[in-house]
């Protein structure tokens, strides 16, 4: 595991709200081929929203919503949403990462379901989500404390492998033959008397506990990690996903809602052992001397430490190439020629994505960069392999590095090129063509080095 600068702990001003975002009852929520009906019969969980605000010691704010919601079907709808917080909450782009911990047993956030079985709650909804985003920011803003953001590298296998090769045929689902990133990250905020207020949780595992014959509205796995958290410690918890593009449960693809909150309490169990012997704040555990015993024995104790007040944000742009796509009209055609439910509501997806992709050939990816003393925030829109925050972080092995997905929008998936050729998921639906996610890799690399260059 690396080993953590002291700098990754940054003294800041910092405020969290939680909020209550479960859809209304009958909203549409469909969001998988298979399943046999449009609406939620019930409840598992309460969805939340979570707001972080933090600002640094020249005043500069920045604002982390984190929500149990899916994706984006149209950026449209994201653009209206997140430009809207930006006006209100007097913001900047930069400033601010929504951020979706891509559950799929949530609502539609897609108004262009506008018009099905109970698409008529999802304009209202999106309204409503726009107006507690916006409450929760101002109310975070209004209400900073002194404290402190640092960081643990723990682990959790609750994560596995998911392209899984049966007998040729590329399936998604539980692959025991490879072995997946387990890599846990774990945010501490702390007041200026080393009081533990929340908890960073940034993971990379698909929230598919739930899924085709699921009937309840849930935040999935991520549910009762949370209230673990909340029992355990009296903290919220916000939620970041990480590069989950090729991760997800070894159980999955159930209706049970104990084996869903029997995932969550596994990571959530993680974030607890992970903190159990964490240093406290100011603190770090350093080597001290050399001992001469029956061995050489290295003694390592806590030493004092100063907190770092740098706080940077950066937004930048990777041009990637798109796919030679069918157009909206050829798409269109299939569509409405469908009679197959499955294939049907695949078919609408892409005539999503296509709608929103237009007559561009390439790609032109928003990167969110932010910066905490040594400890680096990495948020994009799209579902990016594990390798992707593997690499990035084996690059910056002494340094902590949240790696985020579906954060500010979404489009597709971003697979390394290697399995370009595959009959694979990941590889067939995105419209990007290969080598995105290694230009997208390397131009990140360069941004945090010019970052840390800078400092």
């Known amino acids: 595991m690396a080993t953590i600068s002291p700098k990754s702990i940054t003294a800041l001003k910092f405020q969290i709200v939680e909020a209550d975002i ?10 998988w081929g ?21 600002q640094g010691d020249d005043g500069t704010l920045g604002a982390i919503i984190a929500a149990d919601l899916g994706w984006w079907k149209n950026n449209d709808d994201e653009r209206d949403l997140r430009t809207a917080i930006i006006e209100k909450c007097g913001l900047k782009e930069q400033q601010l990462l929504f951020c979706l911990s891509h559950t799929h047993a949530g ?90 207020k929340a908890v960073i949780c940034n993971y990379a595992c698909h929230p598919t506990t739930f899924a085709h014959e699921n009937t309840l509205i849930s935040p999935d796995y991520v549910g009762a990690m949370r209230e673990l958290i909340a029992e355990k410690l009296i903290v919220p918890t916000v939620f ?66 100063r907190p770092s007040q740098i706080f940077k944000q950066l937004k930048f742009e990777v041009r990637i190439p798109y796919k030679k796509l069918d157009s909206v009209e050829k798409i269109e055609e299939e569509f409405n020629a469908c009679e197959d439910r499955v294939m049907k509501d695949r078919l609408w997806r892409k005539l999503n ?3 929103s992709i237009g007559a561009q050939t390439h790609a032109v990816l928003p990167v969110w960069i932010w910066q905490f003393g040594e400890a680096f925030i990495v948020a994009q829109a799209n ?73």
């Open 22 to 31: 479960t859809p209304p009852k009958g909203i549409y929520s469909r969001n």
């Open 34 to 54: 298979a399943a046999k009906f449009d609406v939620a019969l019930g409840l598992h969980k309460p969805l939340i929203m979570s707001c972080l605000v933090t």
């Open 107 to 196: 609502p539609s956030i897609c108004a262009n379901d506008k018009d099905q079985n109970g698409g008529e709650y999802i304009i209202p909804y999106l309204e409503f989500l726009k107006n507690t985003a916006t409450d929760s920011v101002n109310q975070a803003k209004e209400n900073l404390i002194d404290g402190f953001l640092s960081w643990e590298y723990g682990c959790c296998d609750l994560a596995t492998k998911r392209d899984l090769n049966l007998n040729g045929e590329y399936l998604i689902g539980y692959d025991p033959s490879e072995i997946a990133d387990q890599t846990l990250l774990v945010g501490k905020l702390n007041d200026a008397d080393g009081k533990l």
């Open 240 to 305: 970041l996903q990480g590069a989950s593009g090729d991760l997800a449960p070894k159980k999955q693809y159930v209706k049970d809602p104990e084996i869903v909150d029997a995932n969550g309490r596994k990571l959530g169990y993680a974030i607890l052992a992970t903190l159990e012997n964490a240093s406290p704040i100011g603190k770090e555990w350093r080597f001290d001397y050399a001992l001469q015993s029956g061995a050489p024995l290295a003694i390592y104790a806590e030493k004092e430490i």
């Open 353 to 355: 994505t296509r709608k």
């Open 383 to 455: 579902e990016v392999y594990a390798i992707g925050q593997e690499l990035i972080r084996a690059h910056f092995k002494d340094r902590p590095i949240a790696f985020v997905n579906i954060a500010n929008g979404y489009l597709g998936y971003l697979p390394p090129k290697d399995l370009y050729g595959k009959d694979i998921y990941a590889v067939w639906q995105t419209p990007f063509e290969k080598g995105g996610l290694e230009l997208l890799i390397a131009e990140v690399i360069t941004r945090i080095e010019q970052l840390i260059a800078t400092s």
